[in-house]
């Protein structure tokens, strides 16, 4: 075989290989919160609704979701989606941009964490998986990452809670949330050859 059909030959079976390698995939529904904040279900003392104002990358009618905790005294809530398929014993990784703007009439702290669940549509045990850490206050957008965590053996779903804390008993206290990932770690990246090359692949020729 000449040098240029072995070349060749190697790139059709890394374009193959490629092709059926997955890449790590975001399972949340309505991540960036492109114009509504449908998929997303909101908890008692919060109103959930959607900011075309605010993007954690500043891209005009894209938007991101706030949550305006208004209870009376202190409450702890949010907003959750909860994803079925979820691979037991995998890692998974948790992150999201939130923004907390100073000069509110009421305080508080607000993260994005998830909890397993034994059984499909976030039933059965529960049990905690990864979180962000707190954001206290912010007029800017911050990232928060929530690092990997494993999923129990025995878990099916999992449930996404954008969490928002109110710890003073006067006053409304809101967060705005955007581009919310969780997403299977481990898994072998592809580009998906959209590029028109071969850049993200190497071949080792004998």
Request: negative net charge.
């Amino acid at each position: 075989m000449s040098r240029m059909v072995a070349r060749m030959a190697a790139a059709v079976c890394v374009a193959v290989l490629g092709a059926s390698l997955a890449a790590a995939q975001n399972l949340v529904v309505n991540a960036d919160f492109h114009g509504d904040v449908s998929g997303w279900t909101q908890l008692s003392d919060v109103t959930l609704s959607w900011d075309g104002s605010s993007d954690y990358q500043n891209q005009p009618g894209s938007g991101s979701a706030e949550i305006l905790n208004e209870a009376a005294g202190t409450a702890n809530s949010g907003a959750i989606q909860c994803i079925d398929g979820i691979v037991g014993g995998e890692s998974y990784d948790l992150s999201a941009w939130l923004r907390a703007p100073t000069g509110q009439t009421g305080e508080g702290h607000a993260t994005v964490f998830v909890w397993w669940y034994t059984q499909p549509g976030c039933s059965g045990t529960m049990s905690s998986g990864p979180i962000t850490p707190w954001l206290y206050t912010s007029d800017s957008w911050v990232e928060l990452d929530g690092g990997s965590g494993d999923s129990p053996l025995s878990v099916q779903s999992a449930l996404v809670y954008l969490n928002i804390y109110k710890t003073s008993v006067p006053g409304e206290y809101r967060v705005s949330y955007d581009h919310v990932v969780f997403e299977r770690t481990g898994l072998i990246f592809a580009d998906g050859f959209e590029e028109g090359d071969l850049m993200a692949w190497s071949v080792t020729m004998p």
